[in-house]
């Protein structure tokens, strides 16, 4: 990337111009996926994107199950504590050492991978490691609640009330 993504993106207008109408240049990861498909299928975003959606041949019932808020939370804070006790950070401690990984890698600014390589190049302590470590999960557990709640058609049900949940998978096999 001798050119930066400025000259990625403009390579993506020269490609598929749809796709680089719609992304703008300062997203870098999606520049990116774009030209990875046109590299590996051949083929344009846009186009691949806008072709027709085939119906299937049965009824989709989309159920999501929430738990309340504050037992997610406790959820996320003991899940956090079993991947350290797991050994999460001799994996990230791993990963430090591979040469070409760095912290502005997507995968490496995943939840979790982003604090934890922090910490171990001494930018934050140990507290601030598992507080900013929880405190992302939470703000990622509250994305994609907001992305559910947005499919209309989905029925959103309190985790802990299953019975409303098997009315529903009841009536909708009716």
């Not at 299928?41 to 846009?46: A, H, I």
């Not at 072709?51 to 996320?76: C, G």
């Not at 999960?137 to 209309?152: D, F, M, Y």
Request: charged content about 25%.
């Amino acid at each position: 990337m001798a050119h930066g993504w400025a000259a990625l993106h403009a390579q993506l207008v020269a490609l598929d111009p749809v796709a680089g109408a719609r992304i703008h240049p300062n997203d870098p990861q999606r520049i990116g996926r774009a030209l990875e498909v046109i590299r590996l299928t051949g083929e344009r975003l846009s186009a691949l994107q806008g072709r027709a959606r085939v119906d299937l041949p049965y009824r989709i019932l989309k159920l999501a199950l929430m738990p309340e808020r504050a037992l997610l939370h406790a959820r996320i804070a003991q899940r956090f504590e079993l991947m350290l006790a797991a050994g999460f950070l001799d994996e990230v401690r791993a990963l430090v050492q591979r040469p070409g990984l760095h912290p502005e890698l997507p995968s490496m600014r995943c939840v979790g991978y982003r604090q934890a390589w922090q910490y171990l190049r001494g930018e934050i302590d140990v507290d601030t490691f598992h507080r900013t470590g929880i405190e992302a999960t939470r703000q990622l557990a509250k994305r994609q609640i907001t992305w559910i709640r947005s499919e209309h058609d989905a029925f959103v049900r309190d985790a802990h009330s299953l019975d409303s949940a098997k009315c529903l998978i009841e009536k909708a096999m009716r």
